[in-house]
């Protein structure tokens, strides 16, 4: 079997330079496996957030199909060794590096940052009230969870086929996102902000 220590080894702490260089010249997926609301807030620009206190190797998995597929990712200090440990538990080994300091390196470096705009449910309700339900309205939960109960004129678009289902989404119109939790709806709205959706 092989040993996740000597894959810690391999796996490099980058500065915002090197992380950005890393980014530009490798086509590597990067991976922010904070929480979703701390994400939110300041993020790598065309990162994706998958958190680590989730369900985090089933949706790297689901979402990133290639094995190969070079990684780089941010994390908390104390998260990285189980990022690493559970990336390479499900086999993505080619993981280049992480940012080293986290988010706070990236700022300090002055690179630029992305956010996402998350609303409380309260807020959501009176924009839906004043536009009488004509919102565009993506939930990202299973078909199962969306049949069982989901907000009225609401569209299913599951997480896990969201790619083949970008149509889906308005470049030109907002698009309210939501899951169960605020866990999904964030990967997902990670994942329009990367391919140029900025009306979330």
Known sequence: AKSVENIKLKVEALSAAAFETAANETGAVM???RAPQIFAAGFVPNSI???IKGDFAPWVGTLITDIEQSILFIADEESINDVITRLSRVG???II???KGGIETWIKAGKEIDKI???SAETFAKTYKEANGNILVKDVRRE???AAEHVNEAECVTLAYMSKNMDAFSKTEPNYIHCGSGYRSMIAASIL???GYDNL
Do not use: M, Q
Request: aromatic content about 14%.
């Open 97 to 99: 590096g992480y940012l």
């Open 117 to 119: 705009e998350s609303i």
């Open 49 to 51: 957030n998958i958190g």
């Open 144 to 146: 199962a969870e969306y």
């Open 92 to 94: 993505y080994d080619n």
């Open 31 to 33: 991976i922010d496996t």
């Open 193 to 195: 902000k990367s391919r």
